[in-house]
């Protein structure tokens, strides 16, 4: 396999937890969103707050159905064997979200180690 047939499947297993992530109907199960995050996953949401695994659990929990919000500028990059950093926006109420993830993959699996978004001023 050549280093870029690894990145590619790296990044696109990265995008797809990403994208399951954000996915409203995922989010309300608690079961499916602990499975794509990382035992020792850490965000810093665009609030401020700092969330582990357990706590984020109860804000995704509480998000409500209705459409993932819109994804814009996604790009990931291969940082080392395992670990993908993924940038992209989001933008839910004429609020738009820098955010930055890396995933790990550990156990044959990909899970979501870190998190971070930061909010935008509408251009």
């Known amino acids: 396999m050549s280093g870029s047939d690894e990145e590619e499947r790296s990044v696109r297993a990265a995008v797809e937890g990403e994208l399951r992530l954000l996915d409203p109907a995922v989010r309300a ?10 035992p020792e996953f850490t965000e810093f949401g665009a609030s401020g707050r700092r969330y582990d695994r357990t706590s984020v ?40 979200v820098r955010r930055n993830s890396i995933w790990r993959r550990t156990e044959s699996r990909w899970r ?11 251009a």
């Open 29 to 38: 199960l608690p079961e499916a969103v602990t499975e794509l995050l990382d």
């Open 57 to 96: 659990l109860a804000v995704t929990s509480a998000d409500g159905a209705g459409p993932p919000a819109p994804v814009t500028a996604m790009s990931g990059t291969l940082l080392a064997p395992g670990l993908v950093h993924l940038t992209f926006m989001t933008e839910s109420d004429g609020r738009r």
């Open 112 to 122: 979501l180690y870190f998190h971070q978004g930061t909010p935008v001023k509408a």
